[in-house]
């Protein structure tokens, strides 16, 4: 069974920082594209980062030059680097991956991590 973690979340103040991770477990023949998804109450969840297996990156306009996303391949781990953070960064973010396994490819959720930020 692979499954996928996140950690790192937490309350922080605005202009702080935070690093997510996501691991993920099981037997894994390979890894694509690994993202970091995030949704507010009330709100559509959206797409905040993307890594591909070769490390090139996309982010939301909204945290363009503040969030990292970075990926080790020998850990199966992606990470979010979240620096001046603002109240509006505030929602559940989870990680999403297509993994490979021996019976296919499939697309695989982490149950979420709280990121709370204060004025």
């Known amino acids: 069974q692979v499954q996928l973690v996140e950690s790192g979340g937490g309350l922080v103040q605005a202009g702080g920082s935070l690093r997510l991770s996501c691991a993920a477990s099981?037997?894994?023949?390979?890894?694509?594209?690994m993202n970091w998804y995030r949704q507010a109450p009330g709100k559509q969840r959206e797409l905040v980062a993307v890594?591909?297996?070769?490390?090139?990156?996309k982010y939301a306009d909204s945290v363009k030059g503040r969030f990292t996303i970075s990926r080790d391949n020998r850990k199966n781990t992606v990470y979010l680097q979240m620096n001046s953070l603002k109240p509006e960064d505030t929602a559940v973010y989870s990680c999403?991956?297509?993994?490979?396994?021996?019976?296919?490819?499939?697309?695989?959720w982490g149950q979420g991590t709280q990121v709370t930020v204060s004025s």
């Open positions: 999403n991956a297509e993994i490979g396994i021996l019976g296919g490819q499939y697309d695989y």
């Open positions: 099981g037997r894994i023949f390979s890894i694509r594209d």
């Open positions: 890594i591909s297996s070769s490390g090139r990156t």
